[in-house]
């Protein structure tokens, strides 16, 4: 960190919910932690974890695993510490446990999710801390416990619990199961998202259709005022929630809890990844699909279908000759070697009028077929409004810029350097 004053980023989407900033402060577009460049301090915590961090003036806070005997393999367990740390020095000023369910242990550093997955909440004044196998909890930035209350996680499918908590106005929302003896419980626990004091902890309301928790929820304001959030069901591992689709739901004023709308990706679809969207658009991302489906925000009407392997412009690096080039109008199916397109297991992100996404690249068997998933190690975006498709090839070692390679273990963000638009966008 190199500003000397940090601006508050109190949930895991950031101040705008969105996972975007308006500060006016110009951030660090590179550092070296070898060369300790652009570098405050740096601390070893005891064990791994996978929370972001919410930060508030002097405190930022976030949660490991418990820490727990080394030679223990595989490494598994259900409790986690939070941590509040003094953003300026480094110093851990204060530290509690959250104990989860024994049933619902995680891998310590399971490459989907664990306990410690999702980030604490701050307001300035108190701090909201979950863990993944089955407690939340509020406490002073002082850390003294104000409440926790515990619930029943989905036990007995893969640890991938990926949903990020959310905090508007006087509300805290969850996503878990209805309680085991709830009247209204549905099939092998399935997911609802909770609305809860946060201050007091009690449930206010339980939205009716469900969700998937290996999708993470998205807040925004809706185009009629106040604030929605939009929940994806659908996934692998025979998740129950059905049918596949998103609902966008009130979250505050006297219709919280209460669908707007619900949108179905009939027959089938896979919410896997962040359903994003705005006050004019929602987008339904699926891996088994080939296309993008913008939903009109105020009814949940679809809009259009947005294919993104056809059509493409495609902007990879030679590193022989260590530049960019960009090919346009390219299909990835008509390619020498055929790809297909896996917008998944990312946390994809909208800002108007771009729908972002990454995908990852892949040859040989999946499921006993020959499989080409590509383009490789790429950042995509998709523009909603002209419905141009750009791919960009995210090189190791990345370059400093189109002619250079960089040599210097420093990170920088190529995606900042790219400013070679489509013949669509240039007329």
């Known amino acids: 960190m190199s500003q000397t004053a940090i601006e508050a980023w109190p949930q895991a989407a950031g101040p705008q919910h969105n996972w975007t900033t308006k500060t006016r402060d110009t951030p660090p577009l590179r550092w070296s932690v070898e060369k300790n460049t652009n570098i405050r301090w740096r601390k070893t915590l005891p064990e791994t974890g996978q929370s972001g961090i919410a930060i508030w003036g002097d405190r930022l806070f976030l949660t490991t695993m418990k820490p727990i005997d080394a030679e223990t393999k595989p490494k598994k367990g259900s409790d986690i510490v939070l941590y509040c740390i003094n953003t300026e020095t480094g110093e851990t000023l204060w530290e509690t446990e959250l104990t989860g369910d024994p049933a619902a242990q ?29 407690q939340m909890g509020c406490w002073t930035v002082d850390g003294k416990r104000i409440w926790s209350r515990r619930w029943t996680p ?7 619990k990926q949903y990020e908590p959310i905090k508007t106005g006087n509300t805290i929302l969850n996503v878990e199961p209805l309680e085991p003896d709830h009247p209204d419980r549905r099939e092998d626990a399935w997911n609802f998202l909770r609305g809860f004091d946060s201050l007091t902890g009690s449930l206010l309301w339980t939205e009716k259709r469900g969700l998937t928790h290996y999708n993470t929820p998205v807040m925004a304001r809706l185009p009629s005022g106040g604030h929605g959030v939009l929940a994806g069901r659908g996934a692998h591992h025979e998740t129950p929630e059905a049918p596949a689709g998103m609902t966008l739901t009130h979250i505050d004023g006297p219709r919280a809890g209460e669908s707007i709308w619900t949108w179905d990706a009939l027959p089938d679809g896979k919410a896997q990844v962040t359903q994003c969207w705005d006050e004019k658009y929602s987008y339904w991302l699926d891996e088994t699909r080939t ?19 056809k059509d493409a412009s495609l902007t990879s690096y030679d590193k022989d000759t260590q530049r960019f080039h960009t090919e346009h109008h390219v299909d990835f199916h008509k390619l020498e070697t055929p790809l297909t397109v896996f917008p998944a297991w990312h946390a994809n992100i909208s800002i108007y009028p771009h729908v972002f996404f990454q995908c990852f690249h892949f040859d040989g068997k999946r499921k006993g077929k020959m499989t080409h998933i590509g383009p490789k190690h790429c950042i995509a975006r998709i523009n909603v409004e002209t419905d141009v498709v750009e791919y960009l090839e995210l090189p190791f070692p990345i370059p400093r810029v189109a002619n250079e390679i960089n040599k210097n273990s420093e990170l920088y963000y ?14």
């Open 106 to 134: 995680s891998i310590y550093a399971y490459g989907f999710s664990n306990s410690s997955s999702p980030t604490p909440i701050t307001d300035g004044k108190h701090v909201w801390c979950w863990n993944a196998s089955g």
């Open 154 to 160: 989905t036990l007995g499918r893969p640890f991938n």
């Open 291 to 309: 296309h993008l489906v913008v939903v009109d925000t105020t009814d949940g009407k679809e809009v259009k279908r947005i294919p993104w392997t």
């Open 414 to 427: 190529p995606c900042l350097l790219y400013t070679s638009p489509s013949p669509r966008d240039r007329g």
